[in-house]
Structures are given as C-alpha cells and as structure tokens.
C-alpha cells in the first residue's frame, strides 16, 4: 500500500489502488483499457497502481470478471480504491478517477470521450 | 445551485406511467428556471410543442455540430418561428474542430469510430451548458435502442454529467412513448416535424451518421452503422463473451 501525497485532501490518507483491464477473446487489451493506460504514463500516475488485474474474455471465472461482477462494473477499465480503513471506492470514469484521487483535471475533450464511452444510452445527442 | 430534497428514484416510480405532459410539468414545476429542454431537432419536437403549453417562457437548445442536414437547420428555424421561442444554438470549440480536421481530415469517424469526433462537437458543448443548469429535459426513449436505452427512466440523476460540486437532474418524459405514440400525437396536434422523416430517415444526427431505414429496420440501425462491433469490446458482462 502507498500513500498517495498528490491529493491535498487525501494527502495522508494510505490508499490501495487496483486497476482492472480487458483483454479480449483474440488477447489483446481493449482500446479503452490501452488509451487509459496511455493516459495514465502521461500523467505520471502509472506508478500509483499499486496492482493490475485481468478482466479475460476467454475466462468468466478469471480475478477481473469476477471483481466486476462483485462490484457491478459493466464497461472496462475501471479503478477500486481502498483506504486504510478497508473502505472501498470504484471509479469507473478515468477522469472523475483522476480528479477524485489525484485531484488532477483533464482536458474536455478527454473528458467528454469518457463521457460518450461510460454513457451508452447517450449514443443519440 | 442543485436542489438537495429532489427525490429522483421515488419520483421516477410514482410517474413511470404517467402522460409526458405530467412529466414535463414535474420538472418545470420543480426546477422553474434553471432548466432546459435539450432540442435535436428530430421527434423530440413533441416535448416542444407540450412543454410551451405549460411554461410559454420555456428554455430549449440545441447542439450545432456543424455538420446536420440543410433539412434540419429548416426545422430548427421553423420550430423557433412557430412556437416563438429562442433557441440557444450551442456550438463547438472552433479550434478543437480545427485541430482534429487538421490532423484527421473530415471523415475520420468512418476510421476510428464517432468518439472523438461527438466529444468535440457534441459532448464539450453540451457539458458545458448543463454545468449551468439544474436540469435538463431529453427525448430519450426505451424503445429507441434496446442495448443502451432500455433502462431509461423518465427523471433520474444525471450519472454522466453531475460532478462532485454540481448534482444535474434529467427528465425524459418520452421514455415510455413508442414511436408510434410520438407520431400519433404529431399528426393529431398539427406539429411540425423535421422532413427528412420523409425520406425515411427516422434517428436524425449529423448528415454522415445517419442514414435512413428500410421498413422493418430498426432505427439503431440508420446510425453509426460501420462500428457496431467495437462498440463492445469494453464490455464486462457475459453478452459480450463470444461462445466457444
């Protein structure tokens, strides 16, 4: 577990983060999961993920299935946060991830892309 | 400012069968000035034609993408003649636009999917106008698109678009309505509607993602056709999961 400092609200606020990605029935990670992950090097905050699990298409019963089953994610990649009191957060929208964790800001267009990619049912505006 | 005693869940129950004229009056009742009708300038004109009857001084937008139908920029101007109503017509960042044409060209869509391109002329614009509003009145319905729109109650709060700071609510008053019924009460009330309807064209968005039907072909189809499939690929749930 690591503290997170760059958060002045969680500054002291030990926090364990998991992030769980798609890999496809063919083996290659989904494209959200790869933008993501892209996005995360660029800020620098590719470190701040103390763990990666694999949500596996070829496998129901793999760790990542079953963590989104457990948490009733239906789109991947998404983030569980726990703190030290063993309470645990899921983000599945990077940029209110980012914000709500890292107290970071992203660009609007990045902003509006996770929109349209975790709101489905906006698929007609 | 968010109202903080609006029950949304219990309210979406109690009106879940109710006229849309109900639903309307709820939300205009309820959030007075600080709400908007959101006007795609397709079928959801009928929230136009009830929600004036109710609120004469009623707040409608509409997103310009910059690239809608010479029919539908008719309609919009039509609609703001007949129900004497201003339109606030919300436009894209001319420089985000720019910069992807410029790096992309102006097809880029049919290549790597409508995401980029919606976010920049749709999405930007659009959550920055509902950052200033309480609420936001839609024409989404169920039967539109039974993979993503199925669940759509008829007020809730916004998941997509509240923010730590700001809670948004969401009217969808039409979330019950066939299309069917839409069109019933656009005959029987003299409304006016956007005539790309007919020629077939029964989900209106920007001129190159949208196309019209056949008889019998669902209006999903008329949209985005080229990208079904990758749509998908983040999903987490078993549909998703190829049999072996």
Known sequence: ?125 | MSKTNFDAVKLASEYDSRHPSDILKLALDNFNNNIAISFSGAEDVVLVDMAIKIRPDLKVFSLDTGRLHAETYRFLEQVREKYRINIDVLFPDAESVQKMVTNKGLFSFYKDGHRECCGIRKVVPLRRKLSTLDAWITGQRKDQSPATRAGVPVVEKDGAFSTADHTLYKFNPLSNWSSAQVWQYIRANNVPYNELHNKGFISIGCEPCTRPVLPNQHEREGRWWWEEETMKECGLHAGNISKP
Do not use: W
Request: proline share 2%.
């Open chain 1, 1 to 125: 577990m690591q503290v997170i400092s760059a958060n002045p609200e969680t500054s002291d606020i030990a926090m364990h983060i998991t992030m769980v990605k798609k890999v496809l029935a063919d083996g290659s990670a989904c494209r959200k999961c790869q933008q993501v992950e892209a996005r995360l090097a660029e800020a620098g905050l590719r470190d701040k993920i103390d763990r990666v699990v694999i949500a596996d298409e070829r496998d129901l019963n793999s760790e990542g299935m079953l963590l989104a089953g457990e948490h009733q994610v239906k789109q991947a990649p998404f983030f569980i946060v726990r703190d030290d009191q063993g309470n645990e957060t899921v983000h599945t929208v990077y940029f209110r991830f980012i914000k709500a964790v890292f107290n970071r800001t992203a660009s609007e267009s990045e902003a509006a892309a996770d929109i349209i990619d975790t709101s489905p049912d906006l698929d007609y505006i």
